[in-house]
């Protein structure tokens, strides 16, 4: 007899059943062909003999085996392999374990995506880090968001409509959005002009995809913020850099480029630049809403970190302008709260969000409707509001902290210019101190290194006096 | 002089400080030429008294748009308008309101997306809805989730590593997965061949977006899950269509369909096809996954309902055969216990994880990793398990339930095969009945209407025995 015992194979400890471990073990002999189409079984207590298990046991296995077709049990004459099963080509098949790649043969046209992806489950976690602009979560009401969730799931809210018609976001929260952004940057729009999105990412690949392909330019600041270059580059448009410095990008330039070649879209980061820090001033903002006018070009405006501005009230959005539709202005709350919230918006003309939903449906067919109505709770009775005020003025305190610091430990090593506002100090490294030696010690974990600029950020926003003055210790201690 | 008094608007009622409403204006007027380069304004006695304002409040404005760069005070000499600011040209600039549409001139190379995109804020929330298939969301443990949600904020979870490399998921919930998967449906492999996702469908657009391209063929059930159509289409992918019968896709046509032409990948829903709830046969199994091989093309095998079978155990995936790396495995929880908690996750070879984590990251930068987290416990708990076996139970109820009604009050009208597991029957009117009829109807909304096939999805999990017998009899009113 074929010896069951060796294709059976029956862990007692293990938390499936042994009824069901007999019936995977059958289905895999029968898949890798070792049991045959038509093979007769052995009956029921026989293999239970075999096997050493109660006969009710091998009864269910096959009652399980028969109900998904695997084998047909003939009553009080035989069980066998069900006929239909096909016969298999006799390749051999190669071991079971952990995949680790497509093999060559399937000719799979796989992008080639750059990135050294992954984290590992093998690296420690750094002592150090020094993040590029991230909010202190300490300082988060985000207890209180949760509360609201938790209430509002409890009261089983929305049950009729979960999951219809959402993917354009919380009608409330949209409504709520459209105050407050009118009251904080002079916006003046409707619900129909916003899309709830899962962050200031997916605004700007939402806007990628529909604004650019393979045909388009679109400019950016050199440096730019990496990952928004990938958004732009998987569309295949052509991406052209733009010297950003300390007034911002530079409108000449971007003039005498539209003057030769049509120009799609440009990305701007108007209010801090990323990586650098810089404001967009007045005057090249009036510029670059004239040009959009004159070249006809969509003006991508990513405005993350709009709250923190330290030496005057915020620089009011593009957005805010008459600007004929040109520009989508794309915020976020993972800046403002938590980086864990995943939510942001995007404001654009109706017809370009009308598209954004349902491209936005593709990638994500629906939304967190408890998380929105709760942030919708905490703007509506003023959490939020109260919240940015606390935190304004701690980061303000915190970069002015770290400014001394930087000041009286680094000044020979580094130099920087203190941002008007934002969440990080740009921090070049004096030409014979390369950055790299910093991006090589496993203590510490900088997010934002720029080799070719031989700087990086160093996020103040999220660390109190005494763990910023515990960094700028160990950065001296690394550069001298 | 200028009429300030009709630029400068001043609403005391408003939460805007008088003295922003100032700036604001001045800043609007000058952006939209009223204001020109060079512009001496009224000092601040003067303007006060024309606005009947505080003096210190026009102070406040002034300095406010000088450190901005708006304006330029010389101290006890002029106020005056930047003298860098560009001049505009001559047109004339839209009234400002609501953001309707692109101009024309913009040539933005919109891509056409055809669906009829967005829920209005009009729209009168239907008495009726009968979803496609959704979960119970009274039955879920979501209460315990937000608990565990909740402390995991309160304790400052992975300040640290905050917003750093979590795009492939939570190490966590992922290695909870590991074993869970293994456990409940015989997939062997590591955490490192998952990625956890915002959702099934996120799943399947990168896997779209990293096998296809415009080259390419991909074979799909007819009928099948319109969105994951759509997602194939983004990527300029030839879709080819096989009929599915009762017993799941055709793998005779597939078979036909791979001589005569390279197929790159099959999409494939084999526990309970979408829309139509057949199981895809243990023959039909063995055959796709034979012909995978021999043509070498990829399965991506969507399994969102993967727990509720109810004449047997579940089938095991086709992931867990031996398949040479060629089955992307995809599930999701929004189906287990809420379609709000937007997890969900892929099982691949890890080169293909590494680049779809890679491309997530161009999508959404970072994920909740909170909410992940509170999930793994869950897991761990066993507090899923509880929960799905539960829900088990009274999806099977509601199931027969529905069956019973459907027979006695509907017979005449419909005709369906009930479906051995999932949440929800494929209901066929009769031919001389258009399915139209019940989608023009306000009163009631049905999330999956097939006109074509003159049928819709009754979802039947999400509802209880009352709740059931309404929506029977409101039917019958429609349709006799």
Redesign the interface.
Known sequence: MFPYEHIILIEKE???PVY?QI??SI??A???GTLKAGTHLPGSRELAKTLGVHRKTVIAAY??LD????IRIVPRKYVAV?E???M??P?K???????????N???????I???N?????G?A?PDI?I?DG?PD??LSP??NL??T??SL??R?YA??????????GA?RLR?ELVNYLS?TR?L??????LLIT?????SI?LSA?????H??NIIVGKPNYP?AN??FE?TGAKIIEVNVDNEGIDTDAIEMICKKK?I??IYVIPHHHYPTTATL???RR??L??LS??F???IIEDDYDYDYHY???P??PLAS??H???VIYIGSF?KML?????IGFMV????????C???R???????????QNALAALIKDGELKRHLKKAKKIYHQRRNFLDKLLEEKLSEYISYILPTGGMAIWIKLKPDLPVTRLASNTKL?I?RIDVEQNAFRFGFA?KDEKELEQIVDFLKEQLR
């Open positions: 293990s938390k499936i069901r019936a995977v289905i895999h029968v898949r890798n009652e399980e109900a998904q077709d695997w069900s239909r099963i096909p298999l080509n390749q098949w190669n071991a079971p374990g952990i995949l680790t790649s497509y093999k043969d399937l000719n799979v046209p796989f992008r995506i750059e990135e992806a992954t984290e590992d489950s690296i976690i880090v993040d991230h979560i300490r985000i207890d949760l509360k969730y938790r799931t409890s089983k049950i009729k409509s979960a999951n219809t018609g959402t993917a354009q009608l409504q009251e002079g003046n729009f409707s619900a129909h002009n899962h962050g200031a990412q997916m690949y995809q529909l604004l650019l392909d045909s388009s990952v990938k958004a998987e049509k799609n879209a001033s007045a005057e009036m510029k809403l004239d006018k004159r006809s070009f969509a030496t005057s009230s620089h009011l302008a008459n004929n539709g040109n993972s938590d980086p864990s919230l995943r654009a003309p109706k017809n370009f969000i009308m598209q939903t349902a491209f449906k593709i990638i994500d067919v629906s939304v967190d409707g408890y998380m974990q997010i999220s």
